[in-house]
């Protein structure tokens, strides 16, 4: 797991140079759904998406299944996922981090290494204690009548084959992501 972050670190470094800055995603958790947005103007959206089994919210720790609230960047794309395709946001945030230190779940040492990777345009640490390879991503070989019936992921976002296929089209590593 640390020798795939450490190549994931050192292969995206400059993320946010990449992806077109007025095109960005809104994630509606409550809704299952993602809006493609330009600027305030919807162009598209993804119906029936899949996310954590423990819902989404603040997550509190590594393990707990939730799709965290908040806004990343898509960090790097996996081509060769084992869910077909994979696109890695840049959690934990500052803001995930400054929670987690004030409720004691991170130490400084590891609040001081997320806001660090976030200064420097780099992909956070994935293996703390706030877990990590949360993502976006299509459903490999799993069943798809699992994916329209339940939320089955451990805090990502899932999209069918050929809606991932779809919206590899439009986005790229940069490209901002809201997650309410």
Same mark, same amino acid.
């Given at each position: 797991?640390?020798?795939?972050?450490?190549?994931?670190?050192?292969?995206?470094?400059?993320?946010?140079?990449?992806?077109?800055?007025? $095109?960005? $995603?809104?994630?509606?958790? &409550?809704? =299952? &759904?993602?809006?493609? /947005? &330009? @600027?305030?103007?919807? %162009?598209?959206?993804?119906? &029936?998406?899949?996310?954590? =089994?423990?819902?989404?919210?603040?997550?509190?720790h590594r393990g707990d299944n939730i799709t965290p609230f908040g806004d990343? =960047?898509?960090?790097? %794309? @996996?081509?060769?996922?084992?869910?077909?395709?994979?696109?890695?946001?840049?959690?934990?945030?500052? +803001?995930?981090?400054?929670?987690?230190?004030?409720?004691? %779940?991170?130490?400084?040492?590891?609040?001081? =290494?997320? #806001?660090?990777?976030? +200064?420097?345009? +780099?992909?956070?640490?994935?293996?703390?204690? !706030?877990?990590g390879q949360i993502g976006i991503h299509g459903l490999g070989s799993a069943?798809?009548? %699992?994916?329209? #019936?339940?939320?089955?992921?451990? @805090?990502?976002?899932?999209?069918?084959?050929? +809606?991932?296929?779809? !919206?590899?089209? !439009?986005?790229?590593?940069?490209?901002?992501? /809201?997650?309410?």
């Open positions: 797991m640390m020798r795939i972050c450490s190549i994931v670190c050192c292969m995206f470094l400059a993320f946010s140079a990449v992806a077109d800055d007025d $095109l960005w $995603l809104l994630v509606d958790t &409550k809704a =299952r &759904k993602i809006e493609v /947005k &330009k @600027g305030d103007k919807t %162009v598209e959206t993804i119906d &029936k998406i899949a996310i954590g =089994r423990g819902g989404a919210g603040v997550k509190n990343y =960047r898509i960090g790097w %794309v @996996g081509e060769k996922s084992m869910f077909k395709r994979f696109f890695g946001l840049n959690y934990p945030s500052v +803001q995930d981090a400054e929670n987690a230190l004030r409720r004691k %779940v991170i130490d400084e040492y590891t609040y001081n =290494r997320i #806001v660090y990777a976030h +200064q420097f345009h +780099q992909i956070p640490p994935q293996n703390t204690p !706030l877990g069943d798809k009548r %699992v994916h329209e #019936v339940f939320d089955w992921t451990h @805090g990502c976002i899932a999209l069918t084959n050929t +809606q991932i296929d779809h !919206l590899s089209q !439009l986005v790229s590593p940069g490209t901002l992501v /809201k997650i309410k």
